[in-house]
């Protein structure tokens, strides 16, 4: 049962509230605004340490219970309905996020790409490697800290372990997800999509800022999904070109998964990490040729010097090695094994400089 968003906004506004469980929410009025499913606003609550960010439901959630946990509240907030009736709405009381939604920031002409990039490039890794997913990952949902990193909010799509397509409420924002994404697909895989394209879209913009641009559509978007399946979006197309030119064989193979047909890409996680770390610069004389899935790459024993992102690599000869991305070939320097610790070291630095 849905309750009246007229009515559930004008209890968020009033001096008097009737709460079951909580003593009494501070409500900062001027925070207050309303998706398609409730009401937020920054808040503090008596008894309780910290400012918070209040979910009111004016329409009912099932899993809002397995997402939140002991931060729901059930039949929490009293609203009036008709000729005075109390009815009481779900809540949820989420730590607040201080800071800016990427999406207000996405298109300033000061618009620092190449640390939005860096910084989504982080949090995707740490959302692909968490537990559970989000479920609706746009940039309306992503707040830029003052410290410029990045953190999600609105989890009301996500999904968690033991949850079945019967727990799908929502299915994404249709610019952002998969096309062939439907209520069947809703498992651990349902971020990969807009992970991709988000992630493609930021790494390309902070090499041609102004190239890329030229594809922002409507929805504030580059990149068309139902056509990039399909290896038919021109923004896909030029972003693969830029990667491939400055040898950025992690962007360019998560641009990649943006062409697949699949929902889900297991190998996602892999390039994000790569995406992460420096570009190896140099290889030790002593580093093989070797095979994951269908991309080569080079190792020294177990570890991976040049992650298996390429399409050819050739083995350290004469001082040099070739790698070999799309149509593109470039050149790193090898150094003698006995030097490669230092190398390694060198270009995946374990700790910050002092």
């Given at each position: 049962m849905a309750l009246d968003i007229v009515?559930?906004?004008?209890?968020?506004?009033?001096?008097?509230?009737?709460?079951?469980t909580l003593e009494h929410i501070l409500i900062e009025r001027d925070t207050i605004s309303?998706?398609?499913?409730?009401?937020?606003?920054?808040?503090?609550?008596?008894?309780?340490?910290?400012?918070?960010?209040?979910?009111?439901?004016?329409?009912?959630?099932?899993n809002a219970r397995a997402i939140y946990g002991d931060r729901f509240y059930p039949q929490e907030f009293?609203?009036?309905?008709?000729?005075?009736r109390m009815e009481y709405a779900d809540i949820a009381l989420l730590d607040w996020v201080e800071g800016t939604p990427l999406e207000t920031l996405l298109w300033r002409k000061d618009a620092d790409y190449k640390a939005f990039s860096e910084a989504f490039d982080r949090l995707a890794h740490r959302t692909l490697m968490s537990d559970g997913a989000h479920g609706d990952i746009k940039p309306e949902n992503i707040i830029v800290k003052p410290d410029g990193e990045m953190e999600l909010i609105d989890w009301d799509a996500a999904w968690r372990p033991?949850?079945?397509?019967?727990?799908?409420?929502?299915?994404?924002?249709?610019?952002?997800?998969?096309?062939?994404?439907?209520?069947?697909?809703?498992?651990k895989h349902?971020?990969?999509?807009?992970?991709?394209?988000?992630?493609?879209?930021?790494?390309?913009?902070?090499?041609?800022?102004?190239?890329?641009?030229?594809?922002?559509?409507?929805?504030?978007?580059?990149?068309?999904?139902?056509?990039?399946?399909?290896?038919?979006?021109?923004?896909?197309?030029?972003?693969?070109?830029?990667?491939?030119?400055?040898?950025?064989?992690?962007h360019y193979r998560?641009?990649?998964?943006?062409?697949?047909?699949?929902?889900?890409?297991?190998?996602?996680?892999?390039?994000?990490?790569?995406?992460?770390?420096?570009?190896?610069?140099?290889?030790?004389?002593n580093a093989t040729l070797a095979k994951e899935?269908?991309?080569?790459?080079?190792?020294?024993?177990?570890?991976?010097?040049?992650?298996?992102?390429?399409?050819?690599?050739?083995?350290?000869?004469?001082?040099?090695?070739?790698?070999?991305?799309?149509?593109?070939e470039f050149e790193i320097d090898v150094v003698e094994a006995e030097e490669s610790t230092e190398a390694v070291d060198e270009a995946n630095p374990s700790e910050p400089p002092l």
């Open positions: 009515r559930v906004l004008g209890a968020l506004r009033s001096d008097v509230q009737f709460l079951r309303w998706g398609s499913n409730s009401a937020t606003a920054r808040c503090r609550v008596m008894g309780m340490e910290g400012t918070f960010l209040l979910k009111c439901y004016f329409r009912r959630r099932r009293g609203v009036a309905g008709f000729r005075g033991g949850m079945s397509s019967y727990d799908a409420e929502e299915i994404g924002t249709f610019s952002y997800r998969h096309p062939m994404r439907d209520d069947t697909n809703f498992n349902i971020d990969d999509y807009p992970i991709a394209l988000i992630s493609t879209m930021l790494a390309a913009l902070a090499i041609d800022r102004e190239a890329m641009l030229q594809y922002r559509t409507a929805e504030n978007c580059l990149i068309n999904p139902e056509n990039a399946i399909y290896s038919k979006d021109p923004a896909v197309h030029h972003a693969l070109e830029l990667f491939e030119e400055c040898g950025d064989a992690a998560i641009a990649k998964v943006l062409e697949s047909i699949f929902t889900s890409n297991i190998s996602l996680p892999d390039y994000i990490a790569c995406a992460i770390q420096p570009r190896p610069t140099a290889v030790p004389s899935w269908h991309l080569y790459g080079l190792r020294v024993g177990d570890e991976w010097v040049v992650p298996p992102l390429y399409d050819w690599v050739d083995e350290p000869k004469n001082g040099i090695c070739r790698l070999t991305l799309g149509d593109s």
